[in-house]
């Protein structure tokens, strides 16, 4: 996304939508238009899955039979209780149950979904009864097993085996044998159907005073009690009445069907975020292919005041449908199933004003209660995510601003102290190499990213080279500005066309204004010293105050984007997924 003037698809800013070859721009809508979004509901990406279930030498419980076994799917939250999302049907006389009943439920990517699976032997006597009426208290507990979602949608053929253990097994030194539950995840394939349209609008109404306006269109859908929920956006088109936007990318699921009522409102864009309505038309997706055959525009209106009996004020100004196609794309999911892998990497700021490590008001001050710092938080916010998409495990880490012992300043030096490599084991291998290096560096300055970045890209690039399925990420957590600005922009424009993702997380009290010019979503175009602007928008920027006291976690907010720019990679490259 980025600025007014934007060249980015509506399709990349949709929920759950897709990109094409053409999406390959750094810029996009202003952060207004952005904010404006967020206050009404704009989600990040999701995928519907199915769930199907079925388990093999499950204990035998009954003396004349075999177990009449069901299965019950739980949710566990963050504050660790389950929540009861649905229950098969009862199988009777079988150790080797493959129940029927599915469940559907929506995968975030950017949060870790834990699933815990319990398998109950259903007395005879409720048989007859509806399995939601079973009080779970009254049947015989089989097994049990957890797992987060991700582990299962990231397998090869999405199957996850996992062993069934006793209620207790927490307690127990001792596994015992409760048999195997076999999981196996299906993405809806309403999910992958989309609808790529171009649309215009011609004769819009003067809103600006002294130029002409700058519109950009809002798609929402109409839900029940009839409030509207935006699902997409299109780029802004600076002094155009007669405006063509760039193609946008509506996925059915998201819709819900071809029948839904959508509602399309045209708005001239203002800085200050209170953009003017210029006219609305409510029309379907069947609808909507039928003015593309057709050639016809839809006339726009404006709704009367409230409380007004007039009818609404019809307007000169007409939507048209320039292209309407619909197609099945390979998905996220599909691209994780296929071998893709999504490799973490970590950056750590270590300049003195970051504070003396051994002071309490210091950002990197270890609390001897266990507490975290803000950057503990982050890596394991994001890590905790991350880590199930990282087959190995091994994430290369490094540090940068600060002096190694008996050294000079170092922009980028591996955490682990080694010379020679950079990898650690697992989140807790960041953990360790964090903490130890707060021992073994003195803090410094100045803040440079260019080092760091240029190394994460280095690695892409190789991997690219070595015909690898993979794409990085790379999470920088800093205390302030950068000061290698141009150098930084230089770096970012030559890694968009690498598979890599950056996410930047800016902790303490700092003034992070400047650093917002890197996220396109928030800045301007990104370019480098000699013009050339970047490919893609591959930077996510949060400051860490905005977002760890409410709903939306530091995690969410940094991860949302990242399936979107992971497909504008290799969609733009044409690069499918092995099947």
């Not at 269109?217 to 997409?232: N, R």
């Not at 720019?565 to 290799?570: E, S």
């Amino acid at each position: 996304m980025g600025n007014c003037c934007s060249d980015v698809a509506g399709g990349k800013t949709a929920v759950g939508g897709t990109a094409s070859d053409h999406l390959n721009s750094a810029n996009g809508p202003n952060e207004a238009v952005d904010n404006f979004l967020r206050s009404r509901g704009y989600n990040g990406l999701f995928s519907q899955i199915e769930l199907s279930f079925s388990a093999s030498g499950l204990r035998d419980r009954d003396i004349v039979s075999k177990s009449d076994p069901m299965l019950v799917l739980y949710e566990r939250g963050k504050n660790g209780a389950l929540k009861e999302l649905g229950r098969t049907e009862v199988v009777l006389n079988s150790l080797n149950p493959k129940w029927i009943t599915k469940h559907t439920l929506t995968y975030h990517f950017e949060t870790v979904q834990e699933l815990v699976f319990r398998v109950y032997d259903v007395d005879t006597q409720f048989h007859n009864a509806s399995v939601k009426m079973l009080k779970l208290e009254e049947q015989e507990h089989l097994g049990e097993a957890t797992c987060a979602l991700s582990q299962i949608i990231t397998k090869f053929d999405r199957s996850m085996t996992l062993d069934l253990h006793s209620e207790d097994f927490t307690r127990s030194t001792q596994s015992q044998n409760c048999g195997k539950l076999l999981v196996h995840a299906e993405e809806c394939v309403s999910s992958k159907t989309t609808v790529e349209m171009t649309l215009r609008c011609c004769d819009l109404e003067y809103r600006d005073l002294f130029s002409r306006s700058d519109p950009f269109l809002l798609i929402s859908k109409v839900v029940e009690g009839g409030s509207h929920i935006p699902i997409c956006k299109t780029e802004v088109i600076k002094n155009d009445l007669n405006p063509i936007w760039k193609p946008v990318f509506l996925n059915i699921q998201q819709i819900g069907s071809k029948e839904n009522p959508l509602i399309m409102e045209c708005y001239n864009f203002n800085s200050n975020g209170k953009h003017d309505l210029m006219g609305k038309v409510q029309l379907s997706l069947m609808e909507l292919e039928k003015l593309y055959s057709s050639g016809q525009g839809g006339n726009l209106y404006l709704s009367a005041a409230a409380g007004h009996n007039s009818p609404n004020k019809m307007l000169k100004g007409r939507l048209y449908v320039e292209k309407y196609a619909e197609s099945v794309q390979y998905s996220f999911l599909d691209y994780l199933a296929g071998g893709f892998e999504l490799n973490f990497m970590v950056a750590v700021d270590f300049t003195a004003s970051n504070g003396n490590p051994r002071l309490p008001d210091s950002l990197h001050y270890i609390d001897p209660s266990g507490r975290p710092n803000a950057y503990q938080r982050a890596i394991s916010e994001v890590g905790e995510v991350l880590q199930y998409y990282d087959s190995d495990k091994r994430f290369p880490t490094w540090g940068f601003g600060a002096r190694p012992i008996d050294g000079p300043v170092s922009h980028c030096f591996n955490l682990n102290g080694s010379s020679h490599y950079c990898e650690v084991e697992g989140i807790q291998g960041i953990m360790k190499a964090y903490t130890s290096a707060l021992l073994n560096v003195s803090l410094a300055g100045p803040t440079l990213f260019g080092p760091v970045i240029s190394n994460a890209a280095m690695i892409a690039s190789q991997s690219v080279a070595n015909g690898g399925r993979k794409y990085f990420v790379l999470l920088i957590i800093t205390d302030g500005v950068v000061t290698d600005l141009q150098e930084t922009k230089d770096a970012l424009v030559k890694a968009s066309d690498l598979p890599l993702s950056i996410l930047i997380v800016g902790v303490g009290g700092a003034d992070f204004k400047e650093m917002e010019i890197l996220d396109a979503d928030k800045g301007e175009k990104l370019e480098n010293s000699s013009g050339r602007v970047a490919s893609r928008d591959i930077v996510q920027f949060v400051p860490f105050r905005d977002v760890q006291s409410g709903e939306i976690s530091v995690v969410q907010a940094l991860l949302a984007e990242l399936p979107t720019q992971f497909l504008t990679y290799v969609r733009s490259r044409s690069i499918q997924p092995s099947v």
